[in-house]
Each structure stands twice: as structure tokens, then as C-alpha cells.
């Protein structure tokens, strides 16, 4: 792995072909919100992100996120989230190698919406549109990935070239605006892999970056974007990926 992590188009084949690497078996949805593959299970939340995920290894399944995975829009003025009332995922397509859904998520100053896509390979790829429905200074927005401390051991992307354990939290800004950035956090043949491309919200001109570390109950990912001023009308886009 290169030192400043893999480029995301790169980290998806790795992660499709060496990780994976056995013949496609097809997709089912199983009720509203359980989706199954051969690599384990995902189990999405109303707002459309990954609620649970499951990997099948050896016959057990290892449950990954301590809690969902969500966005945080901090209010300028007073430093609070802005409360998002959540709708319900619809499916657009329910194929054997690609299922497809959408979420839509809103305040009176904010929506969400969040369109999503699995593959039978385990690649999970998300897309984020945040919308002001008012003129909103946000002080920041932040996606948080919460992963179970037991599988959470060590890490490999955003800077480093081996594993590494985490002992304190990991710091990491964007260099710049960059196309993508990737890493793995995991136990073993154990790991989540996570992308975020469309580095230009994500590093929003050096406010942004990535914290890993312990927070609570869980080893967390905060993806953060630092202070935006949206106009009434304007949108942001966030894309990310998660690899089983």
C-alpha cells in the first residue's frame, strides 16, 4: 500500500478481487431493510446508511458498527445538530449482482438525501446530497463510520504504510483537493474497508480531515468536513464507500 493510501478506483479492485476473489453469488433483500450477500449481511437504518454489517468468515458472522453509521450538521449559532426526521429506504433495484435504494431525511433548515448501492462483490457506495432548505451556516459537518472496539484492532490507508494499532487517536488531514483516500480497519482477515472520493467537499480548502480513535463504545471514523455557508436552495455532495 502506498504511504499516502490507495487511490480509490485501485483500492475498489483490490478489494473486489483479492479480499473477495470467489465466485459471485447472487443478492437478496430480505424484508425492508436486510440485504444479503455471500460476504455477510447489511442491515440499513431509515436514513439509508448501514445500520449493521455482518462478515461471513469461516462460517461466523462478525458484527462490525457499534451503532449506525450517520451524519452530524452542526448549527453555527449554537453549536447544536440540526434534528433530522427520517423517511424510509426505497429500492430501486433488486438485482442478483446490484441492489439499489434511496433515502430521503429533513429539518425545517435542512434534507438529506442519500442514494445507495451494493454490489455481490461487497463494495457498498454512497452518495450524499445535503440541501439548505434556508440560509444555514453550518460550523461542521461530519460523517461518523462507528466500528466495534474488538474487531477494530488496526488500521492501514490514510497515511500509513503498515499496520497500525491504535493507542491514541489517529490525526489526519487532506493534503489538498484530492481525488479519493482509503483505508482498512479490522482484525485479521476481519476488516471494513472505507473511500471517500470527491475530495473537494470532503477537504472543503484544509478544513477537513479524518480522526480514528475510541469514543465511548466504539473505535470511531470521523469524516469531517469543517464550517459551511450554504444559501437557501444550495446543495453539497458527499461520496463514500465501504467494503465488506
Known sequence: MQKIGLPLALFITLSTTVVLGQKDVPLRVQGDSLIVLRAGEVLLSKQGFPQQIWIDA?????AMLAENVHFHFVNQVDGK???LKSGEVIYEKKGKHRVAWHATSGSEAVSMYVYGEIQDKGVIALSVRVTAL?????????MHVPMEKGVAKSMQGLGRSGD??????????WPGERAGESGWIGNGSIRLGFGLSGGKTWW???KGGIDVGIKGKSMLV???SG???LRKGETIKYNFNLVI
Open 227 to 229: 464550517a459551511h455557508r
Open 81 to 83: 445538530d440540526f434534528r
Open 58 to 62: 469461516a462460517g461466523e458472522k462478525t
Open 204 to 206: 472543503n480548502e484544509g
Open 134 to 142: 434556508e440560509d444555514v451556516d453550518m460550523k461542521d459537518i461530519v
Open 164 to 173: 497500525y494499532s491504535f493507542d491514541s487517536v489517529y490525526h489526519w488531514k
Open 222 to 224: 470521523n469524516s469531517y
